[in-house]
């Protein structure tokens, strides 16, 4: 069990850039795959990125490729999102998520953190 809390988001500007983090509980973290998802209003959660356990392979939706960049730090326990160039489209509530392996469904949520993006 890994219990996550992200924190990071906040009012922006289009353009500018924010970094999310993902802090894990857990001594297990080191051996997950970690993903990020976001939800915006009225809409369904959607895929952003994903991790391997090592940070050796990430991955991308089409729609923040470019922009977003995942990564992590094992001995600190988090999980990171850049998030740069940011649109308007992007405002949604993220959240991070974890799973055993790359090709597991993901089975640890946190609380989300709001991103909010203004044209």
């Known amino acids: 069990q890994v219990q996550l809390v992200e924190s990071g988001g906040g009012l922006v500007q289009a353009g500018d850039s924010l970094r999310l983090s993902c802090a894990a509980a857990?001594?297990?973290?080191?051996?997950?795959?970690m993903g990020w998802f976001r939800q915006a209003p009225g809409k369904e959660r959607e895929y952003v990125a994903t991790i391997s356990w090592s940070g050796g392979a990430t991955a991308y939706a089409d729609s923040v490729k470019g922009r977003f960049t995942i990564s992590r730090d094992n001995a600190k326990n988090t999980v990171y999102l850049q998030l740069n160039s940011l649109k308007p489209e992007d405002t949604a509530v993220y959240y991070c998520?974890?799973?055993?392996?790359?090709?597991?469904?993901?089975?640890?949520w946190g609380q989300g953190t709001q991103v909010t993006v203004s044209s």
């Open positions: 998520a974890s799973r055993p392996s790359m090709t597991s469904t993901y089975r640890n």
């Open positions: 857990g001594r297990t973290f080191s051996t997950y795959a």
